[in-house]
């Protein structure tokens, strides 16, 4: 069930050193904000009422507006219980909404109020997006009524990336992709009509499908016997990297950002089918908000373990990093956690590039190559997409059809030797 909470953003501060308001919305998928346009001294707010104290001048006028916002959202969480209809985290911050769009209205202005939820939540997908609204405001100026993005607009402004900006067709889908989602989101909330949608005519130019590097059985082989000078915290920073590397590999290809942000309270004694003990990995994704729970195999049970205490030998609370990769880092902020991470992913992809010259692999080797390992392996061992799909955590199967799609050709390769090396010598 979707919850409301009001939150003073200690994190910000205006000039006179006063904080926002806003409205936290949050369900099992996912949390939203939507601003107040209020600030106030921290030295006012009231963590356990979630309310301003009564010493500010305003405090009744700003608690009766925070009461008056959290009534309209009740409504439609009434109405929707009411409807049967599922009530989430966006439908009850739309219920607050108290402007609505027009075709006159600026696009960019909607759209970076949207993205601006992202900052104090995902700030990768708040940096990725803000990155396209930079592109577009470039282009078009400020502001952009939602009426100028026709399909001779949308034209116009991928052939800029093309010839001014020397974007690749990739990552010009991907920039129209959001602009597709947050112009088709404003229809969706009735902002405007359907049948201003430019994308029913328009499509960006198709991009070829990516070849997704990934280890063969035998690679990997080579890099769990390079001799790296020890296991755990106190090894080289390159056998860290290298036993992070292979942890996320056996892990169903659990991305950096997650590997980094694991705690020891994540991994617990389990029992397999057979009764023997064993480790269950729990956490959730930050990528997807969506809870992943699996058994460790041996050789990944073997590197959390190594883990399970610090440099000097200690067992480990709770609490603390499984991994020392964010270790020492201020991580205050959703900002400074996505600085932390870039950093050290940087890092990592640095030494596994290394690794893969001491083990005498051609690929060049990122972090990211162990899920795309994973996901190859466990194809070629016959798991079907289904269960590829769930050990990825992927929102559907389409996204991991999409995702195999890169390893096709080598697929078609085996089954069309196969073929023939079958029929070799066969008579009429």
Known sequence: MATITPVLWKHERNAAGHSPIYLRFADAERTLYASLGVYVHPRFWNQGKHEVRKGHPNAHRINGLISRRLAEAEDERIRMLTEREPVTAEALKLAIRTQKASPSQCFIKYCRALVEDQRKGNFGRYKRESTVLNKLEAFSGSPLPFKKITPQFLSSFEKHLVEELGNKASTIQTNLSVVRAYFRRAIRESLIPSESDPFHTYAAAKSNRPERPKLSASELVKIERLDLGGIGPSAPLIARVRDTFLFSLYGAGIRFADLARLRRADIADDLDEEGRPCLRLTYTMGKTGKPVSFRLMPKAEAIARAFFVDERGLAKPGEAFLFPVLTGYDLSTPQRTWN????????????????????GISCRLSFHIARHSFADLARKKGWDVYAISK????????????????FDSELIDAKMAQLFDDDAGEGE
């Not at 050990?391 to 799609?405: D, M, P, Q």
Request: proline fraction near 0%.
């Open 391 to 406: 050990a990825l955590a992927h929102s559907g199967l389409a996204v991991t059809e999409r995702y195999l799609a890169g």
């Open 340 to 359: 932390a991470l870039s950093a050290q992913n940087a890092l990592a992809n640095k030494y596994l590039r290394k690794i893969a010259d001491q083990a």
